[in-house]
């Protein structure tokens, strides 16, 4: 019998260390490009190498009854052939990886070919982001930026309980990571000002969320239900939703955030597939009081998925770790936030991607942003060297780092990083 | 001397009605089919008929270096080429429509191809919609809902005198006028009740506005000043902006409008040019205070543009017009509104498409939306046959009209119409 691609027995002839995030049960697809002027293609992260799944369909290797498939420079055409197909490929990729196949081991021709060192190359874009929706589904994130503004008895909005809030952001500057970001300009009024004025941006944050790669599409006037939104999800990636929180709260009331956001998003190269996440998935947080039936799921459809941020400022020569947190504690998964996007009757798209919301925990070091970390400003973060952070500064880096942790091997997500350039 | 082509005195050897919308003045372009098993492709509306740029092309009368920006599905390709090919493009149109011209005039063989009478195509989405931004920069409009929902004295938000204030919408449920709008479900929590329900929405309405298409990009990082902004703008279009008020009241704090506003947007399927539209630039209201520099203009950028809006009731055999007003009233200008969505850094596409916000006048019956014409449902419209309206019902049918009024001829906007069809 062949084993299932998710087996913890499983391994690859491509030697991988245990603590590596790409090993032969993960299989994530990226965009990459490499010396030889050959464009961006599509990929498979394996170890420390990339596998080009458009040298082994060359090969007769894979073949997705799609030519293009693999040649285009977003994983668009390839997500567009549906669950089965992401299922029978990755099978395929996998068993093309074991240790015990020798078609692709043995094969130093094609090997050569289709195994490229991930430091040769470049990653890029993996998806042409359709739309791009941000959620705020942390029920200890929401708590903790209502208390800051509107204190500890109205913290949370009376209808949190009750729905995945969410809005539109802005999809043309979604970015793959290593992107620099610059510190983007705005109306600033700050405490006390009698008028706004234009200006940088003096309370730049990052926010620590998960990104939702949506493959399938869903037509216009249709409602989803928890099995439809699961099986239109195509994988995850990591995501930055960079923040200009003096921005954003000058312009936010009523219509929402805006410019405060509209500057840039970090994802990861990597798109770690659902059915990779599967062996991890958990029971998320009771939710009470229950949702209305639309939005009540049967399956566990949280991640138990390990979250780090580390943060670089300017002067350092390494990062520190400033939040540790799991994806785990969201109140709201990401298939309810999908059923929810479209129960009004939105069509949803191949590329759309919708971020999680920031991802707090419970504990005070578990806070995926700035805003939270230092309290609004008034808890300054003590790094290396006597170097404090509020919020971020010109010159910072900031990387996101996620895992589910096997037995023996982990699932990851490899790094979204940013690097702050200073406004213009 | 070549006339410009919206010289006053031109006319075509297609007979155009003084009431048309498409005279010769105006050559708005869009995608259009007709029987054959033609694909859609790129046209101009003149008089009752579409000219097929496509045609004209193939017999060598048009040539703008693209060979596929005419066969193309959207006018997407042709933005693409940008304004100086818009412009030599209309020019050429214009020269080959003039009454003075034989070159299409006499040639039997060729009018038969290019000349489609407008009652045989089918017209589609003009554009592929890269990001649909929604503002709300009708001072009237913005003072009549802040009254009703806020009070008199504190009616206008803050914020709303110093920037365009505006939201990401929905990109994927843009449809072209005549697709039918089935009433969206939602969370609904009326006055009084003590818990959200779902259902069927119970306030909805539309939204008279004018959308502005985005013909050319702005890179990520890089801000607009008023003259780079207007050259981006390819043309405008009629759009409705569909809305629950039931399910945003709900939904929209903290984060804006989600999905009640997420299931319909329509728009004309003609987008006039804004180089037709300059002589019909006006000043718009004087603004205190002054704008901060980045948002100051030097130029007029409003337009005397007449407005209405047709209801007809299931039960009507005629619409009924419930609204009369003028997009010169709009406090903040189309391009004041785009530098503003470029000054964070924010990067343009081409296809992005921004709404204007309802457009309402100072008078009770230049109110845009049926929210402010029945005061929050308090006031029903009276209809012909005894017909009231507070909200739109199933099978009504709710359509937008638009035109600047030349000497003798008018450049229209054609309109945009939707019936609503009821909830699943």
Not at 1 to 8: A, F, L, Q, R
């Amino acid at each position: 019998m062949v084993p299932h691609p998710n087996d913890p027995s499983l391994y690859s002839f491509v030697p991988v260390d245990p603590t590596s995030d790409f090993p032969i049960q993960n299989l994530p697809y990226g965009v990459f490009s490499s010396g030889g002027g050959l464009a961006p293609r599509v990929g498979v992260a394996i170890g420390d190498f990339v596998l080009d799944l458009w040298e082994l369909e060359q090969d007769g290797r894979l073949n997705v009854g799609d030519l293009g498939a693999f040649s285009a420079p977003t994983l668009n055409p390839f997500m567009a052939l549906g669950p089965k197909l992401w299922s029978h490929t990755r099978a395929r990729i996998s068993e093309l990886l074991r240790h015990d196949n020798p078609e692709l081991r043995d094969n130093e021709e094609l090997r050569k070919l289709a195994l490229v060192p991930m430091a040769q190359v470049k990653l890029h874009m993996p998806i042409a982001v359709s739309g791009y929706t941000d959620f705020y589904s942390s029920k200890e994130h929401a708590t903790n930026v209502g208390v800051m503004f509107r204190g500890k008895d109205n913290a949370l909005q009376r209808n949190w309980l009750h729905m995945p809030i969410g809005y539109n952001g802005r999809a043309s500057t979604v970015v793959v990571s290593g992107t620099k970001v610059r510190r983007p300009r705005g109306q600033l009024k700050p405490p006390g000002a009698e008028l706004p004025s234009f200006g940088a941006c003096r309370r730049l944050d990052f926010e620590l969320e998960m990104g939702v790669v949506i493959g399938q599409p869903s037509p216009m006037g249709e409602m989803l239900d928890e099995v439809s939104a699961a099986e239109m999800i195509f994988g995850f990636v990591l995501l930055n939703d960079w923040s200009a929180r003096d921005i954003q709260q000058w312009e936010y009331v009523p219509l929402g955030p805006f410019q405060g956001k509209a500057f840039a998003t970090s994802i990861s190269p990597w798109i770690v597939t659902r059915e990779a996440l599967e062996p991890f998935r958990v029971q998320g947080p009771a939710q009470d009081p229950a949702p209305l039936p639309y939005l009540q799921q049967v399956q566990p459809n949280n991640y138990d998925l390990q979250l780090d941020v580390g943060l670089r400022a300017a002067p350092m020569k390494e990062s520190m770790r400033i939040c540790r947190t799991n994806f785990k504690y969201m109140y709201w998964s990401s298939v309810q936030q999908l059923v929810h996007h479209a129960s009004s009757g939105c069509a949803m798209n191949i590329g759309d991607l919708l971020g999680s919301g920031t991802i707090s925990g419970p504990e005070k070091d578990q806070r995926g942003s700035l805003l939270e970390i230092s309290w609004n400003g008034t808890e300054p973060v003590e790094l290396s060297g006597g170097i404090k952070r509020t919020f971020l500064e010109d010159g910072d880096s900031l990387s996101l780092h996620g895992w589910c942790q096997g037995d023996g091997y982990r699932v990851g997500f490899g790094e979204v990083e940013g690097t702050i350039l200073p406004a213009q």
